[in-house]
């Protein structure tokens, strides 16, 4: 994520923005960190492309001819404790990489 000035956007973190110049509000910069980081491992490490949709939590990443929402694994990570074994995103990585190409 690139550092830039925010003036005149009510409700954004100061000066951060997310992929592409995307502003990301206050409120979900905490919660969606371990999905972008999810989902750039799996671009990286496993040769998948980033599907962006307007909303940054219903954003994908295509490995194979399969789609994953690495957000909504993150977010149901950071639930709960129990969440932390039932959505284990070791657990996650390992299953996408059975279908890369």
């Given at each position: 994520m690139g550092r830039r000035g925010t003036a005149g956007h009510p409700g954004l973190t100061p000066g951060w923005y997310g992929p592409r110049g995307l502003a990301l509000p206050s409120n979900s910069l905490h919660s969606s960190c371990p999905g972008v980081y999810l989902g750039n491992m799996l671009v990286q490490q496993l040769g998948g492309m980033w599907v962006l949709?307007?909303?940054?939590?219903?954003?994908?990443?295509?490995?194979g001819k399969r789609v994953w929402l690495p957000f909504l694994r993150a977010r149901r990570y950071m639930q709960s404790r129990q969440?932390?074994?039932?959505?284990?995103l070791t657990q996650?990585?390992?299953e996408v990489s059975r279908y890369r190409p």
């Open positions: 949709r307007a909303k940054m939590e219903e954003s994908q990443v295509r490995v969440s932390l074994l039932d959505y284990s996650f990585f390992h």
